[in-house]
């Protein structure tokens, strides 16, 4: 799903390296440190205002050097920035950027372009708002000036034009209060789960196996079970404990088909529980799932409890 969150990731990471920092003004033709931003006139009155204003001009980046959004009309791209959350649709958005980024001939539409581009602002408003929320991190910047950062960087200015040593600085505490907010957060994370797993033992048919995963039978199949090394097609819904859904073939409208040994450890044992046409939740540990290294960009935390609902289709494969 996640482009856009992919380059909020992608700053907040990479420009937190002494390259990335020390590069914020060179934008200029390769070969050369000729700078194409001008002096900006928005005063800070704190470090807090400073590490915000870096933020948003780090986040309006993409959006000249990209070869696909840089085409948008920036003007619009920083309104839609600028718009408050409540008052649109984050999936609409994504939808439209989407079909901006997969056709030629839409992009040749200026009033679809003109759409995307205020999507495109409305995503990153809405997914960095999201990031320091979750990690209950929103003390540490302030969003108005996370905003004139990125209207700043989208109208060629920057305050620290002159100033690459500061930036560094800026986004190395950046990065550290960021590491311990992170550190907070997983581990919370893990003793969620943790809480979570020993409430459902008790609940009626639900079954704890040696591993430590969970499942509930849904609906009986019949016929024989898969093996550790079948191939099968399932369709399935995966789940947080937050109840927000990060992965479905039924959203997808299309069954997934994989091999036993290619899945983690809770689907290779689950799945050999199940005969074809029946249907289970599997309540997955960390350790049965992704552990400490998800894939950032499935949205799932380190250390997350996983919760899947599977229906076994067929077997392709013993």
């Given amino acids: 799903m996640r482009i856009i969150l992919t380059i909020i990731t992608g700053i907040l990471l990479a420009s937190c390296s002494e390259d990335a920092a020390g590069s914020i003004e060179e934008v200029g033709s390769p070969g050369t440190s000729k700078s194409i931003y001008k002096n900006s006139d928005v005063s800070m009155s704190s470090e807090r205002d400073s590490i915000s204003y870096t933020l948003g001009f780090e986040m309006s980046k993409p959006f000249i050097d990209d070869t696909v959004f840089s085409k948008l009309d920036k003007t619009l791209i920083v309104k839609g920035f600028n718009d408050d959350v409540e008052t649109y649709s984050v999936d609409s958005c994504m939808m439209m950027v989407q079909s901006y980024m997969s056709s030629v001939d839409i992009r040749k539409d200026k009033n ?9 602002g409305r995503l990153n408003r809405s997914e960095i708002q999201k990031m320091f929320v979750d990690l209950k991190a929103t003390d540490l910047i302030n969003m108005e000036i996370v905003q004139m950062g990125f209207s700043d960087g989208l109208s060629f200015k920057n305050v620290f034009k002159d100033d690459s040593i500061s ?10 209060k960021m590491d311990e907010k992170y550190k907070i957060s997983i581990q919370e994370f893990e003793k969620e789960g943790i809480e979570f797993l020993k409430e459902n033992k008790g609940k009626k048919g639900v079954v704890q196996t040696f591993s430590g995963l969970q499942y509930k039978v849904l609906k009986k199949g019949k016929g024989k079970k898969p093996s550790a090394s079948s191939r099968v097609k399932v369709n399935y819904k995966g789940t947080l404990l937050s109840g927000e859904t990060f992965d479905s073939s039924y959203e997808r409208g299309t069954p997934s ?6 899945v983690i450890p809770g689907w290779t044992e689950g799945i050999q529980l199940m005969n074809p046409g029946s249907k ?11 552990g400490a290294n998800p894939d950032p960009r499935s949205g799932i935390k380190p250390y997350s409890l996983l919760i899947f609902e599977v229906e076994l289709l067929e077997i392709l494969s013993p």
Avoid: M, W
Wanted: glycine share 2%; aromatic share 20%; proline share 3%.
């Fill in 112 to 120: 679809f372009s003109d759409r995307c581009a205020q999507s495109v």
């Fill in 167 to 176: 930036v560094k600085t800026l986004f190395a505490k950046l990065k550290s």
């Fill in 257 to 262: 088909e994989f091999g036993l040994n290619q």
């Fill in 280 to 290: 289970f939740i599997f309540y997955i540990p960390h350790e049965l799932a992704y």
